[in-house]
């Protein structure tokens, strides 16, 4: 069976084009991908056409896939660095483990939030007998200067606020909207939504500070003329405050946005730091079992090995 993994590259934020303060709308095409032990999965960012949306510097769509045809999904204990992961499923379960002890399954409608701080570790598995579909998104946030360096945690939020309206229902994941707050912890101003839809032609109000992308991961929708297709980002620009959205039958939308992130950001592997040194740092440590990442138990399998970056020579 021939897999598309990714090779892990280097994802600096300042090779990428620079937030808009203006509309704009840019396509931005995912790239299918395998994780894990092979979980058929969309990467729509870090994409080299933008690295960043607001603080959303990573957008994977899981699926749809059905776990009799792909295999369950397994991703061994692996570290991160400076960043939260917020995971978000549509269909099927995933269990979470952690260095903090954290055991937590999320399922659809629910959300995880995981602050990694100065450093965590975790896994993400099906859990056992599992069947069915599995779909969902999990994203990163990167954390800004004054709270890359906390101490880790882990957040799971059973019940989001949610908007319902015409053929619209909007869950709140992140952020506040339409007069509804996420009760997920973040740390930059942030918005993500989800968005199912019936038949509809209609506005959906935006903040103008923010930039906005919109990602379709069921149906078919058309955002100001846009015809969008799953697992292409339309890219906005900031200075919106309203879009005009029209979906078909059994559509589904994840809306991302935030204040445009002003620190430079690299990202390699599962880090995401500001320096090459800090990110070879984090390489060397994982991989030796140090740098303060813990240990994930339970876990039925080894823990994952970082990959070295090409500029890290070896010593000696
Ligand atoms: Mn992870």
Redesign the pocket.
Known sequence: MSERRYDPQLSAVGDAPAPSSEPVTQRIEGHAALVGDGMPINRVLPSRLRRLVGPWCFLDHIGPAMIDNVGPLR?AP?P?IGLQ?VTWLTAGEILHRDSLGSLQMIRPGQLNVMTSGRAIS?S?ESPGAAAGEIHGVQFWTVLPESARFMEPMFDHYPVLPTIARDQLSITVISGEYGGERSPARHFWPIVGLEISAGVVDTQLSLDPAFEHALLVIDGTANIDGEALLPNVMLYLGAGRSRIQLACDAGCRIILIGGKPFEEEVLMWW?FVGRTREELTRACVEWNAGQGGFGDVKGYDGSRLIAPMPPWASAPG
Request: aromatic share 0%; proline share 0%; hydrophobic share 15%.
């Open positions: 991703v692996h991160h992961t975790h993400e599962n």
